[in-house]
């Protein structure tokens, strides 16, 4: 899912490369597949209002340095708790 682009609607380098970070380390191995996209939009978002020097330097410097891959991870797993939250207590209620 998180290869899937627009024919007309390509991503930045950045964000292809921090999504497949999140993929390749784990991140949404717990996510329903359905839940993907939807973690994905809003996940560029928070990137770009939250920490938009992590996509600026994956742009500037075409590598992820150790320091950027921790901070990548903390605003990941930031992200996913913010995500996953409110679709978990609507899951437990039905």
Known sequence: EILKQGQYDPLPLSKQVMIIYA???GFLDDLHLDWIKGFE??????????YPH???EID??????EGLSKELDKAIADFKK?????????????
Not at 42 to 47: D, I, L, S, T
Not at 82 to 94: G, H, Q, R, S, Y
Request: aromatic share 8%; hydrophobic share 35%.
């Open 54 to 56: 992590i996509e600026h």
């Open 23 to 25: 993929g390749t380390h």
């Open 82 to 94: 913010i995500f996953v939250e409110p679709l978990t207590k609507d899951a437990t209620i039905t």
């Open 41 to 50: 939009a809003g996940f560029y978002a928070h990137m770009s209002k939250n």
């Open 60 to 65: 500037s410097k075409k590598d992820i340095s």
